[in-house]
């Protein structure tokens, strides 16, 4: 009986991707937290970036997946290009942007797309006192 389920969820599978439920083709990019607050200088902020698929999955996005970072303005805050970690360096506000290829599929070393999907959110950073 095992044996049977075993195959019948292998079946399944393959089904599910030779349909496109298996599809790497990002529609959406959300980063988290939409709006953020941070304290200059050195205050740190991270973020992070969901993907929504053709096949409506969702999921985490990292630099595996060619997730790139970046701030609107660098005199406001830097961030990590890699990681998400945003840092304050004045007072002001800056858009960070996480963009990554429109298709995760990868042949010949890189993304079979140029075409990139991006999500923003919003970062204020403050002086206390």
Known sequence: ?????????????ALLVACGGGSDNVQSVQVSPSQAQGTAPKGAVNFTANGTFANSQSRLL?????????SS???????????GQ???????????????????????GGHTSSNQ?????????????
């Not at 009986?1 to 599978?13: N, P, Q």
């Not at 990292?62 to 970046?70: A, E, F, K, P, V």
């Open 1 to 13: 009986m095992k044996c049977i389920l075993s195959i019948l969820a292998g079946a399944a599978l």
């Open 62 to 70: 990292t630099s595996q997946d060619g997730l790139m970072w970046s």
């Open 73 to 83: 303005d660098t005199v406001v805050a830097s961030i990590n290009s890699l990681t």
């Open 86 to 108: 945003a840092t304050c360096l004045t007072a002001g506000s800056a858009t960070i942007t996480a963009s990554v290829p429109s298709d995760l599929t990868f042949q010949g």
């Open 117 to 129: 999907v991006t999500g923003t959110a919003s970062l204020q950073c403050i002086i206390p006192g």
